[in-house]
């Protein structure tokens, strides 16, 4: 007598039909989330840490100074000099009025280049700065 | 007549199962390249440029200026007594809570002063304290006037504005002085 496999009438597969969809939603979830870097730090250095921080809430609106372990000054894509900067941020803040300026600064810079920033920062009227810094644990 | 029977075609169908993996290729590509770092900092508004020929001084009343002074070998002066850099929230604290309730024009004045020749680090310490200073302040007056977290109080509420207006953080960098160098 010949015996006879019971199977469930169903299909044993998993639909994968709809996997790219459920995909490409993710993906369509990263696209419009990512901020792609759009420059390079030529300069190395360390942020400082500190526990009283605020997050920038509005990432278009940031401009960054990097200012490296060897002081030198970076803005935008390339090395400028100190006497640059109000000029390159002056036409910066024509164009986003309320342009937010991060100090990305390492932390064993001297204060002089820190206070010579600022004062370019100040003649150009980007007046809302933020030290970068890290949080502190 | 022969009948010539149509060949059957199979149905045409475009092979979907590497879709899933083209997708993914994308999906990775995105997952690496994104950055989620949120910008943190100290936030700060420098104050306006003026001319040094068109510098007025104002004078400031001691009782509400908080002058920090740190110099190049990072020993920090609190109204000029000298104090370790832990301290000076501790010691600002009760200060700002006591002038919570006085006009806009006697709050307090903190007013940050280094040497050309200061470690960044120190000063982001010091403003540091000061600002943690504040924000304990703001979070004690929220929690005692409303019964809340400051980070559950929203950004545009009446409450927010009242914490802000009652507790405002007025830090002053001081003008450098071109002596020095």
């Keep these: 007598m010949k015996f006879q496999k019971k199977r469930a009438a169903t299909k044993q597969q998993i639909p994968t039909a709809s996997l790219p969809d459920i995909v490409f939603m993710l993906l369509l979830f990263f696209m419009v989330t990512t901020t792609l870097r759009e420059v390079d730090v030529l300069v190395s250095f360390k942020l400082p840490e500190a526990k009283a921080i605020e997050k920038i809430e509005n990432k278009r609106l940031v401009s960054y100074i990097w200012v490296g372990k060897d002081g030198r000054i970076q803005v935008n894509d390339s090395i400028v000099l100190l006497d640059q900067i109000q000029k390159i941020m002056y036409a910066k803040r024509v164009q986003l009025p309320n342009v937010i300026v991060s100090l990305r600064i390492d932390k064993n810079s001297d204060m002089g280049v820190v206070t010579d920033i600022q004062q370019e920062l100040r003649k150009a009227s980007c007046l809302r700065i933020n030290y970068s810094s890290m949080l502190k644990v | ?181």
């Design chain 2, 1 to 181: 007549m022969v009948k010539i029977k149509k060949k059957e075609k199979p149905e045409p169908v475009i092979p979907t199962s590497s879709m899933a993996d083209i997708s993914f290729l994308l999906l990775l590509f995105f997952l690496v390249s994104t950055v989620i770092d949120v910008d943190t900092g100290i936030g700060l508004t420098l104050p306006e440029f003026v001319p040094p020929s068109e510098q007025k001084t104002v004078p400031i009343s001691k009782d509400r200026l908080a002058a920090l002074l740190i110099n190049e070998n990072g020993d920090v002066l609190l109204n000029n007594e000298i104090i370790a850099i832990p301290q000076i929230s501790k010691t600002l604290k009760p200060r700002i809570i006591s002038k919570i309730n006085e006009p806009a024009n006697k709050k307090l004045v903190v007013s940050v002063k280094t040497d050309r020749k200061t470690n960044y680090n120190l000063y982001i310490q010091a403003l540091d304290q000061v600002k943690e200073a504040y924000f304990q302040v703001r979070e004690e007056y929220a929690r005692d006037r409303y019964g809340k977290r400051l980070i559950d109080i929203s950004d545009k509420s009446d409450e927010m504005k009242e914490i802000k207006e009652k507790i405002p953080i007025t830090i002053s960098i001081a003008e450098p002085e071109t002596i020095k160098k």
